[in-house]
């Protein structure tokens, strides 16, 4: 006896789940790379407790609803979509390299005054993993059924419970040099925009507030390689980062006074800045979260766009993509819900004319044939 | 010359290894089944009973009302039992001939008057149904109520593995075009399409050739090679620009499309006078010894056409009817060749999805492929959950059942079964 089971009997070969998790994961390994050399070991200590993290609350989230504390329910768990691990990893990459929580005093300092282990980023990347996998994954019903980015929502956790502890204002590039020695990104400052500034954005010269922002080589790696893979829709981020750059250069370059070349340089800032480039390419793009169709997706990422640049332009933190990502995130549901395409041959239905009997019956005038029809 | 296609759609592997393999006759075996349910509408009724002695094309099946057709037996020699077996699809009464192995044959008259009326007559008697898998009787399709304005044979053969109607065009080329000639006749018209996928190439010219030989207005349509290019709305919008709107007929929009094996058949009909008791079938897959293309008699196993062609190895995990996409799955091969079998395919683990489903991760892929332009994910997500009147909305009764959907998906999510459910419970509960 065969197996009997319903057609189609094929399937796309090496188009798993899992083969698209890996193709994120591997698209995601420039900017790791990138981040790695530009702020050192931190990031590996982050990435490696953010992934141990978040493998284990799925894990355990998984063995405790199928109550199968065995071999079985380990292998049956979804820890093998291996869905964690692109959460861990942008997560890591969405979080400075090191967060030292003032009051905790759990920072270690190198005789030089640098940060030499910061056990507060360990637990800060601890807390927004089992956040961003139980809370606003697991608990909503797993992969494909997460109402936001959980890497994206498990930064915006950590930035708003530990933000005025002091935790996301200090960074340290390797690289820095005397354009950003201190925390501040060229978004907390707003200078003057010079082509060699351009330059160091683009090559990553930057500090930032999350370490996997900087690099937009490594970006645009990972977008090329996302989109030949067709593991993304390559006019996504386009949609996103041109929206951003019209609705910046409105409400913000015009008004700050720029003229002329300063103009194109501050738009262009705007794009090279904060977290817009990694976030249109590696979260804007996540399929739970973001609408099916393409008219849906085209007003989700003009959405991003345009509540980015409200933020930066009238909103009190400096950087807004995560917040606007979440909040459109939430506007999927109803994005789909109204934006149905028309199934092939479909026919509007002709609007019936009214009948003049019952026009005239629904008026209150009959004239005595009409009447109960 | 650019291939004319339609919008979405997948590529799917062609696998036509028996492409290159000429037909051959399949001996029929010693004991042969025919069912009496090998269209769409009601079963034939059996008009022969345990002791008859039948001929290769004696009726041994009455077509009971119009959407029904007749059966005829495919061998010569004695009736043992009208018992019900199972097929494919369910189970119906099955006519179980011994084979005296003589194939004596009787006909019908050859058919002088090749007028519209007279062929639409003969496609009657002689059993004619779509041989493309639906089994539809081709006397209800050939008489539309509304005018029709175009005829396009349908020879695109975008699944997978399928070379039958290929092979027989080839070979039969000048039969075939007489055939669809008679065929765009019955309709009153003088002209007809014939839609071929460009991995076919070869064929254009051979049907110019026999067309321009038979002063027959045949145009062979260049298609491109895309699943499902063989839909009959997707081929006749890719012909004719023409959409047929969702509920109607392609009549509706003034078309008709008729089978490749349709048309031979009307030929064979009309001018020897055989029934229709035997027909194509590509007997194929990674599993099978020697893929063919085999001519076959209506009520021979699948087993024996198996055994014919080098028979099942061991690492076959699964035994379909029809094509690929869109075919039947098969516990065994204990099953009769009817009027609209085109394929018999053995897949090894190789070929065949084998993986378990997984949860839906909403990438969309489903609904990029849907030549319907539905929503795949939400009929089968609202299926699942029983709220099938939301599952309508997503477009549930308007699915083709193409597959595309479920071969695109990496999640391997079974969406054309739950498309299948809905629609039936959408039936049953009249919503």
């Known amino acids: 006896m065969k197996t009997v089971s319903a057609s189609p009997h094929l399937t796309r070969k090496g188009n798993s789940t899992r083969s698209i998790m890996t193709d994120v994961l591997i698209a995601l390994s420039p900017c790791v790379v990138a981040a790695t050399v530009m702020y050192g070991y931190h990031v590996v200590i982050n990435l490696v407790t953010c992934l141990i993290f978040c493998f284990c609350t799925e894990l355990l989230y998984n063995l405790i609803v199928s ?8 292998l049956r768990s979804s820890v093998f979509d291996l869905s964690f691990a692109v959460t861990a990893v942008i997560l890591t990459l969405n979080l400075p390299a090191v967060m030292p929580v003032d009051i905790w005093g759990l920072t270690v300092f190198k005789g030089t005054g640098e940060i030499a282990f910061s056990f507060d980023t360990v637990i800060l990347c601890a807390l927004g993993s089992i956040f ?8 909503f019903g797993g992969i494909g059924r997460n109402f936001a980015n959980p890497a994206c929502t498990g930064r915006i956790f950590l930035f708003i419970a530990f933000g005025g502890a002091g935790a996301f204002n200090l960074t340290s590039s390797l690289w820095a040099d005397g354009m950003s020695t201190t925390a501040a990104t060229w978004l907390g400052t707003r200078n003057v925009v010079t082509g060699g500034m351009l330059l160091d954005m683009f090559l990553g010269n930057t500090a930032t507030a999350a370490v996997g922002e900087t690099c937009v080589i490594a970006i645009l790696v990972g977008y090329v390689y996302l989109s030949a893979r067709r593991v993304i829709d390559p006019r996504v981020p386009l949609m996103v980062i041109g929206s951003l750059a019209v609705f910046a250069f409105l409400f913000d370059v015009v008004p700050s006074g720029a003229r002329g070349a300063n103009m194109f340089y501050s738009t262009v800032a705007h794009v090279l800045s904060g977290g817009l480039l990694f976030g249109s390419v590696f979260m804007a793009t996540d399929y739970a979260t973001s609408p099916n169709t393409f008219i849906g997706t085209a007003i989700y990422a003009v959405g991003i766009g345009l509540i980015t640049a409200l933020i930066r332009a009238f909103g009190s933190f400096p950087e807004g993509f995560s917040f606007a990502l979440l909040i459109m995130n939430i506007v999927t549901p109803l994005i789909d819900k109204y934006i149905v395409p028309k199934p092939f041959g479909y026919i509007k239905p002709a609007k019936v004319k009214p009948d003049k009997q019952v026009a005239a019956w629904q008026s209150g005038v009959t004239d005595g044939k009409g009447g109960d029809k | 010359m650019k291939s004319k296609t339609f919008k979405k759609g997948i590529s799917v592997p062609h696998n036509k290894y028996a492409g290159a393999s000429a037909l051959k006759d399949c001996p029929a075996p010693q004991t042969v089944y025919i069912p009496l349910a090998q269209h769409i509408g009601k079963p034939a009724t059996a008009t022969v009973a345990a002791g008859d002695v039948v001929k290769a094309g004696t009726l041994i099946g009455r077509a009971d009302g119009l959407v029904s057709a007749n059966i005829f037996s495919s061998v010569s020699g004695t009736v043992k039992a009208v018992a019900r077996l199972k097929t494919p699809t369910g189970a119906c009464d099955h006519v179980v001939i011994e084979n005296d192995g003589q194939y004596t044959e009787q006909r019908l008259p050859a058919l002088k008057d090749k007028s519209g009326e007279s062929l639409l007559t003969r496609m009657r008697e002689a059993g004619l149904v779509g041989m493309g898998g639906a089994g539809f009787p081709s006397h209800v399709k050939f008489s539309p109520k509304t005018a029709v304005d175009t005829f396009i044979i349908n020879a695109a053969e975008c699944e997978p593995y399928i070379t039958c109607d290929y092979r027989l065009m080839k070979e039969r080329a000048a039969e075939f075009i007489r055939g669809a000639d008679y065929l765009a006749r019955i309709l009153g018209l003088d002209k007809f399409f014939v839609g071929i996928e460009d991995n076919k190439a070869d064929l254009v010219d051979v049907l110019n050739a026999a067309a321009q030989n038979a002063s027959v207005r045949a145009e062979a349509i260049m298609l491109k090679s895309k699943y499902p290019q063989g839909a009959e709305k997707q081929l006749i919008y890719a012909v004719t620009g023409r959409k047929v709107p969702l509920g109607k007929l392609p009549a509706d929009v003034g078309v008709v499309v008729g089978n490749v094996h349709t048309a031979y058949a009307l030929y064979d009909a009309a001018e020897n006078g055989t029934p229709l ?13 020697a893929p063919s293309n ?38 065994d091969l204990e099953y009769s060749v009817t009027k609209t079998t085109g394929a018999l395919l053995a897949l090894t683990a190789a070929e065949a999805n084998t993986l378990q489903p997984q949860p839906c991760i909403n990438c969309g892929k489903c609904a990029r492929a849907c030549p319907m332009n539905l929503m795949p994910m939400y009929i089968d997500a609202y299926t699942r959950r029983g709220d099938y009147a939301s599952a309508k909305k997503y477009g549930a009764t308007s699915c083709i059942e193409c597959g595309c959907c479920a071969y695109s998906c990496p999640a391997k999510r079974p969406i054309v079964q739950s498309v299948r459910l809905c629609k039936n419970k959408i039936r049953e509960l009249k919503l």
């Open chain 2, 277 to 289: 008791f035997r027909r194509t079938v590509t007997v194929s897959g990674g599993a099978i010894g």
């Open chain 1, 67 to 74: 109550k199968k504390w065995n071999r079985e329910g380990v």
């Open chain 1, 132 to 139: 961003a996998i139980a809370l606003v994954k697991m608990l």
């Open chain 2, 294 to 331: 085999l001519w076959v008699r209506t009520g021979t196993r699948y087993s024996d056409c198996a055994e014919f062609c080098g028979g099942v190895s061991d690492d076959c995990v699964k035994l379909l009817s029809g094509g690929p996409m869109m075919g039947f799955a098969l516990g």
